[in-house]
């Protein structure tokens, strides 16, 4: 009875063993001789010799892709998934350049026929079928869907094999990945958090969130980005400054410009103890009534943080996840006989709320 009891935990454990192997992402790797890309399992295996070239952005492959590879004297542009199935041949959906990159197992594509946007999921199966003027990626299980709008240029007389477009008139709605509608007419001027979605029966009364009514009667809220931000940064940074405050919302690297190395980063403390006076009188220019200053939200910048503490803050293909990681830049600016400066501080969301992780003063010499 024992050998049996143990042979049948052997068993599970190994077939537990094999489906992680089997999960868990593939990492790209570069032939030394023809630049091609290829992947390999977590133990070093190849599991795909290189072979794929031109805009395969993949650095790590959960379960879809875009690839490109050359074949029949022609380059062949497809989704591919881990079974080796090819999907979407030449409907790949193409912002700026680039393909679209994986989010929570589902992809964006574009039929080549009637240039409308839908969605496969990790399978290779279309979830969301291509009826859609543009979609957002999946983010929580939600996407942004917009029908109903053209495309505008930004030379409408003249925009011949332009590809710089913007999207107007319309209407956005709020989908989920099983294309079903949450939230009809989708307005909103904001970046969102999709993955603090609260489903209520009242409109939420927390001034961070913004709130919506949904098709099923019920109230679908979000925390708003810009919202939530200012109200920490009056809390955190701006109402009873102190060293200790502004470490404790400091990341532990910061980056900072110097002449003439570029960006360079400390630990966090280490900056703030030495330049605590003059961050804190700039910062606190942004109590004043009259303080020029606005707050933008961008995402991580890749050609910056390159180190591999920042390597979650950033999708499959290395582009930032500014939906749910985003970078609150507050710039201040300062008016002098030649023009003006900026003082600028970049703060990122993280999982434990708002870091200061970068510094710019142009008339202040940070030490």
């Not at 190994?14 to 192997?21: A, I, L, P």
């Not at 875009?66 to 881990?82: C, F, H, P, W």
């Not at 079974?83 to 594509?109: A, H, M, Q, T």
Request: net charge negative.
């Amino acid at each position: 009875m024992k050998k049996i009891l143990l042979a049948c935990i052997f068993i599970m454990l190994t077939g537990c063993s094999m489906y992680n192997r089997a999960d868990s992402p593939w990492t790209a790797f570069r032939n030394a001789d023809s630049d091609l890309i290829g992947f390999k399992d977590q133990n070093g295996s190849i599991r795909i010799q290189p072979r794929y070239a031109g805009f395969t952005a993949a650095r790590k492959f959960d379960k879809i892709i875009a690839v490109m590879e050359q074949s029949d004297g022609r380059m062949d542009a497809y989704y591919l998934i881990k079974s080796g199935e090819k999907v979407g041949r030449d409907n790949l959906y193409i912002f700026d350049n680039s393909p679209d990159c994986e989010s929570e197992g589902f992809v964006r594509f574009r039929d080549g026929k009637t240039d409308k946007a839908g969605m496969y999921n990790g399978k290779g199966e279309i979830v969301i079928p291509a009826e859609y003027d543009d979609l957002t990626n999946a983010r929580n299980g939600l996407v942004k869907a917009l029908k109903g709008a053209r495309k505008k240029y930004p030379d409408e007389n003249n925009h011949s094999g332009c590809k710089h477009f913007f999207w107007v008139e319309g209407k956005e709605s709020l989908i989920d990945t099983n294309n079903r509608i949450l939230i009809d007419d989708f307005k909103h001027n904001s970046t969102l958090d999709f993955y603090s979605l609260k489903i209520l029966e009242e409109p939420s009364l927390d001034p961070n969130r913004q709130t919506f009514p949904g098709v099923d009667g019920r109230y679908y809220s979000f925390i708003d980005y810009r919202k939530e931000f200012q109200a920490w940064l009056d809390s955190a940074m701006l109402d009873s400054p102190s060293k200790e405050k502004l470490i404790e919302s400091s990341y532990r690297h910061i980056y900072i410009w110097k002449e003439p190395d570029g960006w360079t980063s400390e630990p966090g403390n280490g900056i703030i103890d030495r330049n605590y006076e003059l961050i804190s009188s700039r910062l606190a220019e942004l109590r004043k009534e009259k303080a020029d200053n606005f707050i933008s939200i961008e995402g991580l910048n890749p050609f910056i943080y390159e180190a591999a503490e920042f390597e979650s803050y950033f999708n499959n293909c290395g582009e930032p996840q500014e939906w749910k990681y985003p970078v609150m830049s507050v710039t201040l600016n300062h008016k002098t006989e030649s023009g003006f400066n900026q003082d600028v501080f970049e703060f990122l969301r993280t999982d434990h709320g708002y870091k200061l992780i970068s510094i710019t003063i142009k008339n202040g010499n940070l030490q």
